[in-house]
């Protein structure tokens, strides 16, 4: 377990919760968990889930329900994936799960996964405990978050077996335009790499941009596409996300086997959830409301970035999807050494709980991300908390 870290969950998290014990009311902005901050799933997906839960006792396939996994199949099909195929669609236990699953299934000891930096941990954190080595690529904050092609293309060797996408992107916001991915799938088929892609944030997406949907772009590789009820239905606890395999099959044959006997071995996935997945992905997309100008999402996201643009010595490229930001802190400014301790000390001081760059496997300690998943009122007032914390903060002090 010594390179498996999952730091939103680490050990200020720990101090937070030791906090509330001592009876501090804590601002938790550590996880991107919309209900709890009142962003709930739509009523009919909780309806239709309560009305199948007589139907839901049972194991069912262990890749998930005939009807769910169609939905899927159907919510891809108008985009024209390559070789879209129901017997290649995996209902697991949120994104999460699934995760694990294709790490454990694809690598040997040593087996490379370039993965972005920052990152979404859990990636990192999955491919060192299937025994790969994850491998970050540099995402540029000067060019909007965009993965740095040329950092890439340096890092691929013999032993790379997958590249990761997380597109909209968690930590940063960023959403990449096409022509970008375009050219790492380029890179991927040039090297002939698994692509996996953690779409999860796909219609989560600010001021009209456009998301693309890796897997259409080649058949020349495979491409697991992941996605999930979690954010774009709001709906984190039921714990329902899905992969669906694409693109060039031929050649992972013997992948294709070892996901199935991943899958089986965990029986199935939540059943209940999975009745809700036809109800999430048919009909009225209330998300979309909710991003528009004037929409609870885009108030808080305008609130999160105006606000932060305040504060001397912290810079911020604003978020175009996604839930939250990734602000730079001047470490020169307020003599910061770990940003560990800088969100320690915030909490401490203003209780409220971040996380730091360095969870997201950023190599400086010069960032923290923030989730600004609470009413825009309340935003203004975390970061009004943090201008007045940095007002007197030097970390070299104590
Ligand atoms: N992928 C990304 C990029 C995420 O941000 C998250 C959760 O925050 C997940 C996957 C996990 O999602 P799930 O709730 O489906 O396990």
């Known amino acids: 377990m010594q390179n498996v870290c999952y730091d939103i969950r680490g050990p200020v998290l720990k101090e937070a919760k030791r906090l509330e014990e001592e009876g501090y009311s804590i601002i938790r902005l550590n996880t991107g968990n919309p209900a709890y901050f009142g962003l709930k799933a739509p009523d009919e997906m909780i309806h239709d889930l309560i009305v199948n839960m007589p139907n839901a006792q049972a194991y069912v396939d262990s890749k998930g329900i005939f009807a769910a996994r169609k939905a899927i199949f159907q ?4 985009h024209n994936l390559p070789n879209l195929d129901i017997d290649h669609i995996f209902i697991g236990n949120g994104v999460s799960e699934l995760i694990v699953m294709v790490m454990q299934g694809l690598l040997d000891a040593g087996d490379e996964v370039l ?3 920052p990152d979404y941990p859990l990636w990192t954190a999955a491919a060192s405990l299937a025994g790969g080595k994850p491998v970050h690529y540099i995402c540029d904050e000067q060019s909007e978050w965009f993965p740095d092609i040329e950092d890439i293309t340096s890092k691929i ?3 790379t077996k997958a590249i990761l996408l997380i ?7 960023a959403v990449y335009p096409r022509e970008l991915v375009e050219k790492i799938v380029l890179l991927a088929e040039e090297h002939e790499l698994i ?8 219609r989560i997406l600010y001021d009209d941009r456009k998301h693309t949907i890796t897997a259409t772009l080649t058949d020349k590789v495979p491409v697991i596409t992941f996605n999930g009820l979690s954010k774009n239905y709001r709906a984190c606890g039921l714990r329902a996300g899905w992969m669906v395999i694409t693109g060039k099959k031929h050649g992972i044959e013997d992948y294709l086997e070892g996901l199935e006997i991943l899958s089986n071995m965990r029986l199935c996935s939540n059943v209940p ?3 809700s997945i036809q109800t999430a992905l048919g009909g009225y997309q209330s998300i979309d ?9 885009y108030k808080q996201r305008e609130a999160c970035y105006e606000t932060l643009c305040t504060i001397p010595g912290i810079s911020c490229v604003k978020a175009k999807g996604a839930i939250y930001m990734f602000p730079k802190i001047d470490t020169k400014k307020f003599d910061i050494v770990s940003d560990e301790k800088f969100v320690l000390d915030f909490l401490r001081e203003k209780k409220v709980l971040t996380v730091h760059g360095g969870g997201f496997n950023w190599p400086k300690p010069d960032h923290f991300r923030i989730v600004f998943l609470p009413d825009d009122e309340v935003i203004r007032d975390v970061i009004t908390r943090l201008r007045d914390f940095l007002e007197s903060y030097h970390q070299g002090e104590e």
Not at 75 to 78: D, E, K, L, S
Not at 167 to 173: F, H
Not at 195 to 202: A, G, H, K
């Open 157 to 159: 060797s013999a032993k």
């Open 273 to 275: 959830a999975q009745f």
């Open 195 to 202: 692509i996996f892609s953690d779409e999860i944030y796909d």
């Open 167 to 173: 597109n909209p992107n968690n930590p940063t916001g």
């Open 115 to 117: 993965i972005p930096s």
């Open 75 to 78: 919510n891809y099909q108008p």
């Open 289 to 297: 409301d909710l991003v528009r100008p004037g929409g609870r999402l």
